[in-house]
């Protein structure tokens, strides 16, 4: 989200300096170097926060309870979600104390995606198979393979992986500038057009399924866990696509990727806060307790 970070996937951008025009375009307003810091300040508070959840999370749905196929999806998004905030904590130290090395830099920005696009990989095939487990209950008692979570999420890491490092070796290692636009507008086009709308029409359809059918179906915290972290992604995620996808195409605005960046750092922030206050939701004791 820094002014010198954006363009490292962009090689025919010029990088700027922190309160310089970003845009490029004559006669418009620069970004103000005061609203940037309070933006990054804001962005590391919100990363240091959400690393301690999804840091409890981990140990948690790691160490302390058996898995079944869903929660293998929870713990791999608070993988992704933890991953995502400390790359966005090291590159924003690094803009506040001016240490603008283009090289880490690119670096910790590809690293930023790579990490973005798995937990959106992720929500996903989670909104999916919630969807399918409410429409075909049976197949999913009695023909559903074992260990289909671990295997689907282990594929959509090397996925997002694949996808990163042939970004940042075509824009930044080997830099070819129309291969390089062409690649990323594929994987913006992937993030936003195919993985959006799948989520949110899983989504919803699995929404109209349990609320407006005549059977009853025990909906249970899980249910309002994916939903609530579904809705918040779209809410904060999704920006940070639809941002980068537009400066791409050469759409640029003020503070833009930076707002993208910021929400989806708020996301990754409240998706524990979800998972804490859904599982001690009704506690009759009222204890506050991490399980």
Not at 67 to 96: K, M, P, S
Not at 155 to 160: H, K, P, Y
Not at 200 to 214: E, G, H, Q
Request: glycine residues 6%; contains cysteine; charged residues 10%.
């Amino acid at each position: 989200m820094r002014p010198s970070a954006t363009p490292i996937l962009l090689p025919t951008t010029a990088i700027h300096a922190p309160g310089t025009n970003q845009s490029g375009a004559v006669g418009q307003p620069e970004p103000s170097y005061t609203v940037l810091k309070f933006m990054e300040s804001f962005c590391l508070l919100s990363a240091a926060c959400g690393m301690v959840g999804n840091g409890l999370v981990l140990w948690y749905l790691g160490f302390r309870i058996r898995r079944n196929h869903f929660t293998v999806y929870i713990l791999n998004l608070a993988a992704a979600d933890f991953g995502y905030l400390l790359c966005i904590a090291v590159e924003t130290v690094q803009y506040l104390m001016q240490f603008n090395v283009g090289v880490q830099f690119g670096i910790f920005l590809f690293l930023d995606l790579f990490m973005y696009g798995t937990g959106l990989y992720l929500l996903t095939a989670i909104s999916i198979e919630r969807c399918l487990s409410v429409l075909s209950p049976i197949w999913c008692r009695t023909h559903r393979p074992k260990h289909l979570s671990a295997v689907v999420s282990g594929l959509l890491w090397a996925l997002s992986l694949l996808l990163n490092t042939l970004g940042y070796v075509l824009c930044t290692v080997r830099p070819s500038r129309r291969v390089c636009q062409r690649l990323l507008i594929t994987i913006g086009a992937l993030d936003f057009l195919v993985c959006t709308p799948l989520m949110l029409i899983f989504s919803l359809t699995l929404f109209l399924r349990v609320k407006c059918s005549s059977q009853s179906f025990q909906t249970g915290r899980l249910f309002t866990i994916i939903m609530l972290t579904i809705l918040l992604f779209l809410i904060f995620a999704v920006p940070l696509s639809v941002l980068i996808l537009l400066d791409f195409l050469g759409h640029k605005f003020m503070y833009s990727p930076e707002i993208g960046f910021v929400l989806s750092c708020v996301n990754s922030t409240l998706n524990p806060v979800i998972y804490f206050l859904v599982g001690s939701y009704k506690d009759r004791k009222f204890r506050l307790t991490l399980r």
